[in-house]
């Protein structure tokens, strides 16, 4: 093993930068555990935010857009068709049209590939799952099971465009359907959805506290809270090119929701907290 523990990934590093970023004396031991400690094994790769303005690519979108830079393998010529799907438990607040940061600064970093060579003039698709109201009231708690679901009515007022990239909380394959979701995940999968190209399970909701927005004036990204997680790519784990999505094959990628997704039908409006007060 290398005599420092650190694996393919940077793990180490990236998980010590993580832990040292809080500045707090009383992490000072477990930094010196993690330090001693052998990642040489791990296969995927930290994610994380910390509050603050940055000018590298360490964090937040701007680490998933280095990673999948480097990483991911989707065809330049099947860019368009490879759909980002980003499921949350909470949504943030975006402005008065998606361009100004959901198919903007998010969409961008979250579909970068190797091989790029130019901006697409049409974007990739944009899919939200979050639960809608007859999701959760379907849930195994009823309205209850919305606690854990805190985006909120003033929110969405301001930015009803939103119901047109969002789709239900849907888990029959996993048996999840009624059990409402606190996990947040992203990935990329292919237009017959049998491949995905990445799958990040992190803390970050979709939004610009947790991924961070891109300061115009000076390009730092300011980033407003602590986030992290951990991104699978296919190289490292699978040494293939893609995670296939085929429950029959042992090292097939297990989405924790039905793909495709189903979109929100007219009448439906998402989940917000006010249905608790």
Known sequence: MPCDGESPTFFKRSLLRYLNHYHMPQLAHYVERVK???FSHINVFLVASAPGSHFD???ALTRVGS???QHCCVPPAEQRHWTLLAQASSLGSYGKEPKLWLTGDFLHYFTKIRNQSQMLSSPPDLKLVYPSLENVKQSHDGLLGGGCLPYAAEAHAKQPWLNNYLYQWRATS???DRAMPHIKSYTRVSRDHKRAAYFLLTSANVSKAAWGSIN???AALRVMSYEAGVLL???FVINEDFFPLD???GNGLVIPYDIPPQKYTSDMSPWVSDYLM
Do not use: Q
């Open 36 to 38: 001693r400690c052998d």
């Open 57 to 59: 690519m360490d964090w």
């Open 67 to 69: 990673l999948l830079r």
């Open 174 to 176: 996993t048996h999840r």
């Open 216 to 218: 115009k004036g000076n």
């Open 233 to 235: 790519l296919p190289r």
């Open 247 to 249: 429950e029959g094959r």
